[in-house]
């Protein structure tokens, strides 16, 4: 904020110096007097190019309740999970999606439960194995509907974007995000339109895919990302200043720290995800 302040002081002090300069010489002979071809309209001018060089206000940042968690200790990936962390005052919710053996469109983070991989499984299996209701995705989509919020899906697996985009259809706030390039791109084949950025931070990563993640505008334009969305640890190097500059907005996962928050939000991070909403939402500006 500090420097358009004193870019506003200085076009006001120019424009005032340059009336005081030609009330000067209004009375002396015409050519000694500098000919300001533009002096009398310049006043006109000053609030256009102020409203040029303020900054925009940037909208506030989203919360968002990574698989759904918050104080109540839900399983994650629950219906009871999303609705409790949209109470505590996450503006969207993060659920993990996967395509089961029956082709259903499951919300859970594991690609495998007892041993046993999720494209092998039906729904009704999978709930068994896991002990607890596994919703559909067009369950969480109908969920965040009826509350007003949005919804940030992350799809595990590719083949599948068609049908949840279908299954999330109508919701006015919609990220996906996949850590996989090739997801992204066909995201983008299914809906051009849609708001689809690149997970970085992956678990095992070597130097290579390390400064790959840190370095990602190419891959990111490659793929079709409109934003992109690093785990908190990548954010080094000008790793922020470089996404803006390049026009990506970012979404940080997952951060848990409320100093950490607040200082990515005045940074103007798009979304940050977390396990604690209601400790976030408390230091992080109200909801618009």
Same mark, same amino acid.
């Given at each position: 904020?500090?420097?358009? +302040?004193?870019?506003?002081?200085?076009?006001?002090?120019?424009?005032?110096?340059?009336?005081? !300069?030609?009330?000067?010489?209004r009375?002396?002979?015409?050519?000694?007097?500098?000919?300001?071809?533009y002096?009398?309209?310049?006043?006109?001018l000053? $609030?256009?190019?102020?409203?040029?060089?303020?900054?925009?206000?940037?909208?506030?940042?989203?919360?968002i *309740?990574?698989?759904?968690?918050?104080?109540?200790?839900?399983?994650?990936?629950t @219906?009871? *999970?999303?609705?409790?962390?949209?109470?505590?005052?996450?503006?969207? !919710?993060?659920?993990?999606?996967?395509?089961?053996?029956d082709?259903?469109?499951?919300?859970?983070?594991?690609?495998?439960?007892?041993?046993? $991989? #999720?494209?092998?499984?039906?729904?009704g299996?999978?709930?068994?194995?896991?002990? +607890?209701?596994?919703?559909?995705?067009?369950?969480?989509?109908?969920?965040?509907?009826?509350?007003?919020?949005? @919804?940030?899906?992350? @799809?595990?697996?590719?083949?599948? *974007?068609?049908?949840?985009?279908?299954?999330?259809?109508?919701?006015?706030?919609?990220?996906?995000?996949?850590?996989?390039?090739?997801?992204?791109?066909?995201?983008?084949? *299914?809906?051009?339109?849609?708001?689809?950025?690149? @997970?970085?931070?992956?678990?095992?990563?070597?130097?290579?895919?390390?400064?790959?993640?840190? +370095?990602?505008?190419?891959?990111?334009?490659?793929?079709?990302?409109?934003?992109v969305?690093?785990?908190?640890?990548?954010?080094?190097?000008?790793?922020?200043?470089r996404?803006?500059?390049?026009?990506?907005? /970012? #979404?940080?996962?997952? /951060?848990?720290?409320?100093?950490?928050?607040?200082?990515?939000a005045?940074?103007?991070?798009?979304?940050?995800?977390?396990d604690?909403?209601?400790e976030?939402?408390?230091?992080?500006?109200?909801?618009?």
């Open positions: 904020m500090q420097p358009a +302040f004193r870019c506003e002081e200085f076009l006001t002090q120019a424009v005032l110096s340059r009336c005081v !300069v030609q009330r000067r010489h009375d002396q002979d015409a050519k000694s007097v500098p000919q300001y071809r002096g009398p309209y310049v006043h006109l000053c $609030p256009t190019l102020l409203s040029i060089l303020k900054p925009r206000a940037s909208p506030p940042v989203q919360l *309740a990574h698989r759904g968690r918050s104080a109540a200790g839900h399983p994650d990936n @219906l009871a *999970a999303f609705a409790a962390a949209l109470g505590e005052g996450a503006d969207m !919710v993060e659920c993990d999606v996967h395509r089961l053996g082709g259903t469109l499951a919300c859970f983070h594991d690609a495998a439960i007892a041993d046993r $991989p #999720l494209a092998q499984l039906s729904h299996e999978l709930e068994t194995l896991a002990g +607890f209701a596994v919703p559909q995705l067009a369950e969480v989509a109908q969920l965040c509907r009826d509350r007003g919020a949005g @919804l940030d899906l992350e @799809l595990k697996v590719g083949g599948c *974007a068609v049908d949840a985009l279908s299954a999330v259809d109508g919701l006015t706030r919609l990220w996906v995000k996949s850590f996989h390039d090739d997801v992204v791109r066909e995201v983008r084949a *299914a809906q051009p339109d849609a708001h689809v950025g690149l @997970l970085l931070g992956v678990p095992r990563g070597g130097l290579r895919v390390r400064l790959g993640e840190l +370095f990602p505008a190419r891959r990111l334009r490659a793929c079709g990302a409109r934003y969305a690093p785990n908190w640890r990548l954010l080094r190097l000008g790793f922020l200043r996404m803006r500059s390049a026009g990506f907005p /970012v #979404l940080v996962w997952t /951060v848990n720290d409320s100093r950490q928050a607040q200082a990515l005045a940074a103007g991070v798009a979304g940050i995800a977390t604690r909403p209601a976030l939402r408390g230091v992080l500006e109200p909801r618009a």
